[in-house]
Structure formats: C-alpha cells, structure tokens
Antibody, heavy 120, light 109 residues
Framework: EVQLVESGGVVVQPGGSLRLSCAASGFTFDDYTMHWVRQAPGKGLEWVSLISWDGGSTYYADSVKGRFTISRDNSKNSLYLQMNSLRTEDTALYYC?????????????WGQGTLVTVSS | SSELTQDPAVSVALGQTVRITCQGDSLRSYYASWYQQKPGQAPVLVIYGKNNRPSGIPDRFSGSSSGNTASLTITGAQAEDEADYYCNSRDSSGNHGVVFGGGTKLTVL
C-alpha cells in the first residue's frame, strides 16, 4: 500500500525557517518524480515544487523561488522541503504527492498534509 | 506562469450528467488532470492524460479536451460526487512547473 506521511509543520514567525519531511513507502521511491502542493485555509490547490527521480532537476513556483528548496534522500525514501524567509502568505496545509509516471505531472497519491502557520 | 480558469460552482440533479470545464493556453499543448477533493480530505486523482482513470475511479468519470478547454464529465452524478474539483496541467510558460485551476464546487441536488 502506498503511503506518504508528511511531518514538520508548526507555527513559525515571519522571516523564520522550517523543514518539512515526507516519508514514502509502498512503492519504489527512486522511480518517481515527487511534488509539494499547498492549500491555504479555505482556498484552492497551489503547486509548490517538484524534484526528479534522481534529484537532478528541481523546479519551483514563482511564489517560492529563491526561498524554498526541495530535496530527496532515496536511501531513506524521503522527500524534504526547506522553507526560508517565511511569509504570512505561506500559511497552508502542505501535501507531498507522487507523480503517476515521472514527467506526467499527474499526482496519484497524496499524503494527508502538514500544517504550516506563519504568524507573529 | 500560465493560468487555468474554472467556474467557481456548478450544480447537477442526482443521476444527471454534468460537465466541469477548465480553460487555459497551456491546454492547447498539454492534457489536464482532474482531482476530486472532499472536505477535510486530500485530493484524489480521477482523470489524467487523454482520458485515463486510475484504478478504483468509477467509469462515470471521463475527460476530454478541445482547443484551450479541458472538460471533466460525470455521467449519472451520485450524491458522493459532491466535492471540489481541480484541474492541473504543465505550465506552458517555460518554468517546467505545474499550474492548478481555482477549483469548482460541485453540488448534487
């Protein structure tokens, strides 16, 4: 059974930093592109970042470029999101998601999300 | 980055057919994927590619595309189909990313 379990969400002050983790199981992790997607309270889905199967390619939404860094450790079946210079508008539920086929950009499995609140 | 536009809300009578649309320039080049999200739950992929359903998705869900518009059709809507629906596709602006539509709230009457 495929499982994605996010962790690391907390309340943080504006300008602060945070690292989210996503533990994957039930599939061959290093075969797939992985993504972070976020959802602000009561709002729609917003794609944040993707990383290729080998970590060689990473891409970001304009809203987080230069502040967030996606990475993965295939030996630990884990995905990460380092978030720096956090803003109140980064407050959201952060999901990690698996690409159905690397490069397809359709997300067939999602975690339950981890809540990041940026507030003073 | 490119944008995808969805109607904020659509309603359908129980058992009838409803079409949810998604418009954007990126859809002239790339297929849309569709997700169903119920309150308090993570999104679920219902359609991807030309018209592919992941395992476990009922065949009343189908997808199509024409020009800059992608559509999700539910044929014989059920009460359990009441949810928010989101489209996404590859961003065609050159940043290699992904763009989501704003979502459509489907009400089954």
């Amino acid at each position: 059974e495929v499982q994605l379990v996010e962790s690391g969400g907390v309340v943080v002050q504006p300008g602060g930093s945070l690292r989210l983790s996503c533990a994957a199981s039930g599939f061959t992790f290093d075969d797939y592109t992985m993504h972070w997607v976020r959802q602000a309270p009561g709002k729609g889905l917003e794609w944040v970042s993707l990383i290729s199967w080998d970590g060689g390619s990473t891409y970001y939404a304009d809203s987080v470029k230069g502040r967030f860094t996606i990475s993965r450790d295939n030996s630990k079946n884990s995905l990460y999101l380092q978030m720096n210079s956090l803003r109140t508008e980064d407050t959201a539920l952060y999901y990690c998601a698996k690409d159905i086929l690397s490069g397809e950009l359709a997300f067939d499995y999602w975690g339950q999300g981890t809540l990041v609140t940026v507030s003073s | 980055s490119s944008e995808l536009t969805q109607d904020p809300a659509v309603s359908v009578a129980l058992g009838q057919t409803v079409r949810i649309t998604c418009q954007g320039d990126s859809l002239r080049s790339y297929y849309a994927s569709w997700y169903q999200q119920k309150p308090g739950q993570a999104p679920v992929l219902v359609i991807y590619g030309k018209n592919n359903r992941p395992s476990g998705i009922p065949d009343r869900f189908s997808g199509s595309s024409s020009g800059n518009t992608a559509s999700l059709t539910i044929t014989g809507a059920q009460a359990e189909d009441e949810a928010d629906y989101y489209c996404n596709s590859r961003d065609s602006s050159g940043n290699h990313g992904v763009v989501f539509g704003g979502g459509t709230k489907l009400t089954v009457l």
